[in-house]
Structure formats: C-alpha cells, structure tokens
C-alpha cells in the first residue's frame, strides 16, 4: 500500500506500529559516514548519538534544529552540541544547524552543513536518530531531500510500545495524528510516496 492511500482509521494496531517505526532491527548495528540527530528539545536523542558515536558508528555528529520560530532562548542544535560535548565528544566531531524548525528543514539546512565539512558527494550513509514515532516521517523527508545514493539507518529513542497501547487513548491518539500527518505531506507533495507492506 503507498503511503498516500493509508487511512489510518482503518489500519489495525500492528499495521500502526509498522508504518510508524520503519527499518530492520539488524541494520541498528551497521555504520555511517555520519550520525544525524533531528532536534526537538529532548535530550534523549543526543544521548543515544553519544552512545553511537562512542561505539564508533561514525566518526560524526550532526545536530539539527533552530529556535522553533523564536520560541526557544537558543537553537535547539546549541543545546544538544552542549550536552555531547559535556559527555565528551569532541568538538571537532560535532557540526550544527541552527536554521530549521521542522522535520522538512532540518533535511535542507543540514545539506549544506554536510557538504561543507565532509562532501556531500563522500556520504554513503547517514545514521539518523529521533523519537521512535517519528523515524517514518525523517525516513521518508531523508529519501525526498536528500541524494538518492545515500543510504539511511534510523535510530529510534524513547520507551517501547506498552502492551495494549492502542488501548490508551494519548498513545493511540498521537500515533493516529502522526500517520495522518505522514499521508498529508504525502499527498502534498512535500514527501515522496512509498510503498509500505504489511
């Protein structure tokens, strides 16, 4: 089934879960050219790309996120750089983007960061890292945006599904607004439809 024809209303609890959290567990253990966090203000995803990065994953970080429009004191990316290099990552490991305030932008405004400071034509494949619900939508704007020689892993943060998620209405909701947000940029255009099989 294309991304663009799913109704979510009519997508049973496992279907939900596969379309949300793309990826084979096994490709969790190879490597990159560089590890990609997209910013939200949350700590856990800088803290799983230390822990990447001090596996030797990839030999850099890239944080991405502005102020989301001025509602933050400080880009998200400064924050997130400030933690790694707290943990000790090296300063000449990190790169930042401060521009973005969206998932679409965090893609854009790290092309030229990347192309920058390790050729964008040298990227084999990146090690993105977000929220576990949200590794779809960064999955399918990596693919729109980004050259199509480059391969992704996704990397997701955040607790497992409890039993009967479903069951709980703030899990299940968001769930739901996420798949529907997916189908919208979907048949906006904005994300290039892809065939999902369950």
Wanted: net charge negative; with cysteine.
């Amino acid at each position: 089934m294309l991304i663009s024809e799913i109704n979510p209303g009519e997508l049973t609890p496992e279907q939900m879960v596969h379309v949300l959290y793309p990826g084979d567990p096994k490709e969790a253990k190879m490597y990159g050219d560089v590890i990609m966090v997209f910013g939200n203000g949350n700590l856990d995803r800088v803290t799983k790309a230390i822990e990447l990065f001090k596996e030797g994953r990839a030999s850099e970080i890239l944080f991405s996120g502005g102020d989301q429009w001025g509602e933050r004191e400080e880009a998200e990316a400064i924050s997130m750089k400030r933690f790694a290099l707290e943990k000790g990552v090296p300063e000449d490991a990190i790169s930042i983007e401060t521009f973005s305030n969206n998932t679409k932008e965090n893609v854009l405004a790290s092309l030229l960061v990347i192309d920058r400071k390790l050729g964008l034509h040298n990227i084999k494949r990146i090690i993105a890292v977000s929220d576990a619900g949200h590794l779809r939508r960064c999955l399918q704007t990596l693919r729109t945006y980004m050259p199509g020689w480059i391969d992704f892993i996704m990397v997701g943060t955040g607790k497992t599904l409890p039993p009967n998620w479903w069951t709980i209405k703030p899990i299940k909701d968001r769930a739901v607004k996420e798949i529907k947000s997916l189908v919208q940029y979907t048949k906006e255009g904005q994300l290039a439809d892809s065939e999902i099989i369950f």
